[in-house]
């Protein structure tokens, strides 16, 4: 519905209607008949439509203007610098996002097609994409963004591209518009290989009205405009990340800047910046107080911290906090301490190193939930009393394998309790010195890139032996919920 396309059958009506209206066209040759195989999807366990075979997209260069703060409507254009890992003769990006006016191939107009059913867009390619060999494909877009259902709720709540409308007074006085996407609503606002393996670095460039600010992953880069006009904000993803960690905001937010703290790779600076809507402030700001210490904390149990910024936006609807990279999506109603150590974990696990199937999600959030027990054993609390009430939910509730099957379980309770107790039963089975010496190689070994749950396995194999690999494997497998391990 959002999505209607005008332009018709891929081919022929496509040069038709998809061209511009009246000036003279460079029209594409049609593409030679070719013996490629039909483009296939990456073949995800959980969303088996996601993606596309053979493509590899390096960087997303995305410019979107936001005229109205508050409303769906967006213009964009992204540039996806990309190669391939076998000959593509088609590109399928994932796209259920406002209506494609162009799409440019190294620069040149080229045919294309949307089927909002499958939620792609279809760009054919005057001659195939070889190996080895990079191109870039641009998309310009306006509209209203589609529709992506999150898959693990019953009831609807829609993923991507959010609107906060402005209202009278408040904290949503100004209206906000901001992205949150995981797990695929990613290409409900831009064209995208939408799949967490296949990481990529991201320019993103946004324009806000006067008096707005922008705000995205990465570190900013620049801010220009003229006095009582609209801005530009530009910032830079340069580590690669998942698409479903892209994060962008939109709000009259102050911007709450403090000294970088020393934790990223070889001691640089962490930059800190956290965002908060008109007279949020006093009320989230408690849950931060502490993020420069959690950096510590953390950055001591798994190595430097990733990225070269952190910082949380907060945002006013009630939805789950999303640890979009460098910047994690905060609601005012989930700002509590425990919640933002959990978000900052995940700038580790599964910002950094990144599941390459949603089946092995627990890889995300088993660790961003034991984050939680380390934070609180640094600050004194009882991490073993902690163990013992997620075991107990287990015990009550239920439990399963860890390896998910169906998009309900991907963040259900086991993926969080029971992956954090998998690690606690680590280590209690090789004790801390192992088990950080762990978790620090399996950081650094897959950093930038992507896991599966036998990575875990097969590492802990090689650092802790056959008592560290038994240990986790009963977590990981076992049908039934396994003893509590206990802390010595
Ligand atoms: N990764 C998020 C967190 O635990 C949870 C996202 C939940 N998303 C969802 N679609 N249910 O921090
Ligand atoms: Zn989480």
């Not at 609807?156 to 209202?167: F, R």
């Not at 290989?193 to 991201?202: I, V």
């Not at 709000?251 to 709450?256: L, W």
């Not at 910046?273 to 849950?287: L, S």
Request: hydrophobic share 40%; with cysteine.
């Amino acid at each position: 519905m959002m999505n209607e396309n005008r332009c018709g059958a891929f081919i022929l009506l496509g040069l038709l209607l998809c061209g511009g209206r009246g000036e003279a066209l460079s029209v594409p040759t049609l593409p030679p008949p070719t013996a490629l195989p039909a483009p296939r999807t990456i073949g995800d366990s959980i969303f088996p439509s996601l993606g596309q075979a053979g493509l590899d997209v390096l960087n997303y260069d995305l410019s979107l203007t936001v005229v109205r703060p508050g409303t769906p409507q967006l213009q964009g254009e992204v540039t996806l610098t990309l190669t391939a890992t076998q000959p593509l003769s088609q590109i399928r990006l994932d796209f259920v996002g406002p209506t494609v006016s162009a799409v440019r191939w190294n620069g040149r107009p080229v045919v294309f097609r949307t089927d909002s059913a499958a939620q792609k867009l279809l760009v054919a390619l005057p001659k195939p994409l070889l190996p080895g060999t990079q191109a870039t494909l641009t998309v310009s877009y306006a509209g209203t963004p589609g529709i992506v259902r999150d898959p693990d709720f019953t009831f609807p709540v829609d993923l991507g591209w959010q609107s906060v409308p402005a209202a009278g007074t408040g904290a949503d006085v100004a209206g906000a518009n901001f992205a949150l996407s995981e797990p695929n609503g990613t290409h409900s606002f831009l064209p995208s290989n939408d799949h967490p393996s296949d990481k990529a670095t991201f320019t993103t460039r946004i324009t806000v009205p006067a008096g707005f600010t922008a705000a995205a992953s990465g570190v900013q880069v620049s801010q220009t405009g003229t006095q009582n006009g609209p801005q530009t904000f530009v910032f830079s993803q340069a580590q690669p990340i998942p698409t479903y960690a892209l994060g962008i905001h939109v709000n009259k937010f102050q911007r709450v800047d403090s000294p970088g703290v020393p934790v990223g790779v070889g001691g640089a600076p962490v930059q800190r910046r956290d965002y908060f809507p008109p007279g949020t402030f006093f009320q989230a700001k408690g849950a931060y107080a502490r993020t420069d210490e959690m950096l510590r904390v953390l950055s001591g149990w798994f190595g430097p911290y990733p990225f070269g910024a952190y910082g949380v936006a907060i945002v006013t609807p009630q939805l789950p906090a999303l640890e979009t990279a460098t910047l994690t999506t905060m609601p005012l109603t989930s700002s509590r301490e425990p919640v933002a150590l959990h978000e900052l974990a995940h700038q580790w696990f599964g910002n950094d190193i990144t599941p390459a199937d949603w089946s092995d999600v627990w890889l995300n959030e088993g660790f961003a939930t034991y984050a939680e027990l380390l934070w609180a054993q640094s600050d004194g609390q009882d991490g073993q009393a902690m163990a013992a009430r997620w075991w107990a939910t287990l015990n009550q509730f239920g439990t399963r394998p860890l390896v998910a099957r169906r998009a309900e379980q991907l963040f259900d309770t086991s993926a969080y309790r029971r992956g954090a107790l998998a690690l606690h039963a680590l280590r209690v089975a090789v004790g801390d010195a192992q088990f950080r010496a762990f978790l620090q190689a399996y950081v650094a070994r897959s950093s930038g890139g992507t896991v599966r749950t036998d990575d875990l396995v097969t590492l802990a194999r090689a650092l802790t032996g056959p008592i560290g690999e038994a240990a986790l494997r009963l977590w990981i497998e076992s049908p039934t919920l396994p003893p509590l391990p206990k802390l010595p």
